[in-house]
T-cell receptor, first 113, second 115 residues
Framework: DAGITQSPRYKITETGRQVTLMCHQTWSHSYMFWYRQDLGHGLRLIYY???????DKGEVPDGYVVSRSKTENFPLTLESATRSQTSVYFCASQGRVNTDTQYFGPGTRLTVL | GENVEQHPSTLSVQEGDSAVIKCTYS??????FPWYKQELGKRPQLIID?????GEKKDQRIAVTLNKTAKHFSLHITETQPEDSAVYFC??????????????FGTGTRLQVTL
């Protein structure tokens, strides 16, 4: 589990500000994912990436931007935060060979005032 | 897209009893079904998973069954213990080996094991 980390763990920001959540994994996993977790909705996929410079939308991508210039990092940016983006954000990674398992990071609790 | 429904939303059992959580999915292309356990304030952790070519899988006190025809799968926990108390999520994904598992999650079941 220590192989995937997120920062910051807690963040409070204001409506309209730009926020970047960081995700770093040390397993050289090909696939990385961003989910948000809200009461009553479970976890919902925001974006995912199959490799460096390859990203694709998930179920709820609006208002979010991702990039992946290095295999180990997958930052998530909220370009202009809204209160509806208050949530717990989880990053996850998955290897390419002989595994379907996704491993989750510790999460970032984001509050937008 | 895929839709996963999970029931019940809360479940209370006495220690030593069995617990069953059920999920249904809508996309017949889904073929990978993991279950995650999430303790309060912690990350989700995989406890068991099953692929569509298998009807049942067991790991000690936990088991998962899959009925592809009816599009439902279930988690069974036997001899429950207080440390089983957590929120459990089912998920489904259409996945080919070596590709990204784009998981659709259920809304979770809060399991409380009482002494």
């Amino acid at each position: 589990d220590a192989g995937i980390t997120q920062s910051p763990r807690y963040k409070i920001t204001e409506t309209g500000r730009q926020v970047t959540l960081m995700c770093h994994q040390t397993w050289s996993h090909s696939y990385m994912f961003w989910y948000r977790q809200d009461l009553g909705h479970g976890l919902r996929l925001i974006y995912y990436s199959a490799a460096a410079d390859i990203t694709d939308k998930g179920e709820v991508p609006d208002g979010y931007v991702v990039s992946r210039s290095k295999t180990e990092n997958f930052p998530l940016t909220l370009e202009s935060a809204t209160r509806s983006q208050t949530s717990v954000y989880f990053c996850a990674s998955q290897g390419r060979v002989n595994t379907d398992t996704q491993y989750f990071g510790p999460g970032t609790r984001l509050t937008v005032l | 897209g895929e839709n996963v429904e999970q029931h019940p939303s809360t479940l209370s059992v006495q220690e030593g009893d069995s617990a069953v959580i059920k999920c249904t999915y809508s996309d017949s292309a889904s073929n990978y079904f993991p279950w995650y356990k999430q303790e309060l304030g912690k990350r989700p952790q995989l406890i068991i998973d099953i692929r569509s070519n298998v009807g049942e899988k067991k790991d000690q006190r936990i088991a998962v069954t899959l009925n592809k025809t009816a599009k439902h799968f279930s988690l069974h926990i036997t001899e429950t213990q207080p440390e089983d108390s957590a929120v459990y999520f089912c998920a489904a994904s259409p996945i080919a080996t070596g590709t990204a598992s784009k998981l659709t999650f259920g809304t979770g079941t809060r399991l409380q094991v009482t002494l």
